[in-house]
Each structure stands twice: as C-alpha cells, then as structure tokens.
C-alpha cells in the first residue's frame, strides 16, 4: 500500500508540475549552493522479511508445513544533514527512529492436527543511513532525484537475549539479532516553497545480513535465512 502510494504520489506530483508548470518566480534560488544544509523527516514505513526456507523435514511428531512472513505498517522520525558535492550531487546523513514490527506465520502438523503459529517481532529501530542523492535540473521550483546508499540498523526492542525455554508451541518465540547491515535504493521530487524545501520520497532497503538466530527450535528449524525488508515513504522538510 505504501509503495503503490508513494508512486501514484510521485507520479502526479512530476506530471502536474513538468508540464503545467508555468514560469513563476524561484523561492530559495541559492539553496543548492550552499555547503551543506538541514532538515527533518517523518515517514510511514511498511516492514518485513525475505525468507529463504530450508526444504520441509518431519521432526518428531511435528512437521512444518509452511513459514510466511507477514509485513505490518510502523512510522519513522529523523533529521536530515546533506553536503552538497556539486550542482547535481550531494551526500545525505539521515538518522532516523523506526517504530514498526513483523511477523511470522507458521501451520504445523501436531497431534491435534494442523496448527498455525503467529510469531510476533515487535522492533524499535535505530537507522543510520548514508546515500548519495543524484538531483535533476531545476524546473522553477521543482526538481526530482533518485539516491542510492546503504544503512546500519540497531534494533533496541531486540530479543536475542531473551529465555526461550518453553516446551509449549505457542509460547516459544524467534529471537532476532540485534545489529543489521542493508542497502537502499529510492527516488523522490523536491518542492521549493517559500521559506523551506519539502520533498516526498520513497526508499526501499534490503538486508545483507541473516537475522535469526538459530537456536534450534521448532520454528527456526526450517528457515536457512531471514533478512529485513522495508519501504519507506517519508516527507522530508528542509531548510
């Protein structure tokens, strides 16, 4: 939904602006010549996992059948620094504070028949990205640009250190490390208002990294790699 949104968003926003835009006076004409510049964003983000199962075994009197990872919605916080490299280029610094969780489904074959599983992974992020932003030429007060980079991820609601000694299907849990490395690829459109920038951008970071920790339950058993996933619409301001 976030990413369709993003698009249609995006997508009007270039239309109406390329090519019903007539010649107006320019707002902050000396913005991109600046050394560097400031700024804050908030976002809603859509988070998940890429899952990578291994193939199906019966173990004991349980077998799991099926492992799928569900995404769920969260927001982000964060503020923006950006030094400008040149009219086109510039290198962004945007720290930022994620609130979103994820989950797992499971259907395992037991006595009582087929049983699905929930596990929820609630995760509180700590993001710390860097990009470089590629902008096009400015078209009177807009512009749209595209940026790739990558990011370090801590994840403070992490639950690696958790007990998980319960003999109950239902009340063991997926621990999920705590540190994660991921790479980004996103695209936006820059608004030149009056006293500030805004721009909406929509961003897509995958993780490098495997982040179950495999501690050979049930439920970690039959998954080989679990790796993040978000896209992120945010809508940034700055000044």
Partial sequence: MIKRTGILLLFCATTTLIFGQRETTQNLPKFDHRFMHFGFLIGLNSADFVLDRNPPTVNGVDSIYRVEPLAAKGFNLGIISAMHLSEH???RFTPNLAFTSRSIDYDVNTFEGIQTYNKQIESTLINFPLSVKYK????NNFSAYILFGAAYSLDL?????AENNAT?????????KRDDYMGEIGFGTDF????????IELKMSYGIKDLLLHDGTPFTNPIEQLRSKMFLLSFTFEG
């Fill in 157 to 161: 609601a992490s639950n690696v250190n």
């Fill in 192 to 199: 030149y208002l009056e006293y500030f920038k805004f721009g």
């Fill in 168 to 176: 109950l299907l239902k009340d063991m849990i997926v621990k999920i």
């Fill in 89 to 91: 280029f510039s290198l």
């Fill in 136 to 139: 096009s030429a400015r078209v």
